[in-house]
């Protein structure tokens, strides 16, 4: 009998915690709800001065001491140097680098567009942007507006490079495809030029629970296909004619930016590694966007910039929930399997 006394004591105790603890969460999370989303600012970090301090620092702990000595008046010899020089210094060209990580429903142009624009009011004929892409795709008309943001770039006789480390498929590539440039790593997936749509149908669903339906629309195609409504095969047709209609719009689009690749061998829906796509012509050079900052160190001043937005509490409580959520998801699957 103690012992069960105290077991619901403890019981207790920790029920009452719980409880609190959801009751404090709930309270926080409702006031941070009632905030508005601050206004985003433009941050500009020079990469350039990133590098310097790592190859510094890299010195100082490798370096003995003769050796560092000797790297002291070599450096201040070369600061007397930069000091003679140092119109030829603040003409140097600069390399502006972008990351844009797309989602399926391309929210992320609104950040593109503010970073775009800041770029495109300082940026001069001899600079350079190099966007670090990473995107399976998602709407088309939200990587249509993405690939335009990307063309103004162009259009203003910027040169423009998109570096794909990871993945640049569907709308992904349509991104990619506008670059003057394109380069990809070795095992970066790229390509998939194709058109997906699908929906589920609860018709049978309905109808076995005596649901009844009812849609009114004006126009003949007004809805094709729809989720609750009994589909037919003219409905169909048209929806299938309608994504036939977006892929030869994305193979022209395609075919516009890289004229020289063969357009109906890449646009079948599939995608290949790096080295693949770059035999396909849908890549012009096999390398890391690290790589490739690193070889225009220090010839070039080299700038990050990007648009932020600060979050509220009850955004940063929902990003820690996903990403531990996601973190147990991967931890099980992991378990579960192993991949290349």
Request: aromatic letters at 8%.
């Amino acid at each position: 009998m103690e012992f069960l006394y105290e077991y619901g004591l403890f019981f207790a105790k920790a029920v009452t915690l719980v409880l609190a603890i959801i009751v404090v969460v709930s309270t926080i999370v409702g006031v941070a709800a009632k905030q508005k989303q601050g206004k985003g600012q433009l941050e500009i970090t020079s990469l350039s001065a990133q590098l310097k301090d790592v190859t510094q620092y890299a010195k100082e702990v490798l370096l003995d001491k003769n050796a560092l000595k000797k790297l002291a008046k070599a450096q201040k010899k070369e600061e007397k140097q930069k000091n003679k020089t140092k119109d030829d210094e603040e003409n140097k060209s600069r390399l502006f680098v972008v990351d844009c990580k797309g989602s399926m429903d391309a929210h992320e142009v609104e950040h593109l567009r503010e970073e775009i624009t800041a770029i495109l009011c300082i940026a001069e004929k001899n600079d350079e942007v190099l966007v670090r892409l990473e995107s399976g795709g998602g709407v088309v008309h939200g990587y249509g507006l993405a690939a335009s943001q990307l063309q103004r770039i162009k259009d203003k006789g910027i040169t423009l490079t998109v570096a794909v480390d990871k993945v640049a498929a569907s709308g992904g590539y349509m991104m990619a495809c506008v670059a003057d440039k394109s380069l990809a790593a070795q095992f970066a997936y790229i390509g998939s030029i194709g058109v997906l749509a699908q929906l589920p149908n609860f018709n049978k669903l309905l109808k076995k629970n005596d649901i009844e339906f009812e849609q009114h629309t004006a126009g003949e195609y007004k809805r094709t296909l729809t989720v609750f409504g009994e589909n037919n095969d003219e409905g169909r047709a048209k929806f299938k004619e309608e994504i036939e209609e977006i892929h030869v719009l994305f193979k022209d689009f395609v075919h516009s930016q890289r004229p020289d690749m063969n357009i109906e061998k890449v646009a079948t829906g599939e995608y290949w590694p790096g080295v693949k796509a770059k035999s396909l012509g849908l890549v012009d050079e096999i390398t890391t966007s690290d790589d490739y900052i690193l070889s225009h160190h220090p010839a070039r001043e080299i700038f990050s910039v990007k648009y932020a937005v600060k979050k509220n509490v009850a955004e940063k409580l929902g990003m820690s929930a996903a990403k531990v959520a996601e973190q147990t998801l991967m931890r099980t699957w992991s378990k579960a399997r192993h991949w290349f």
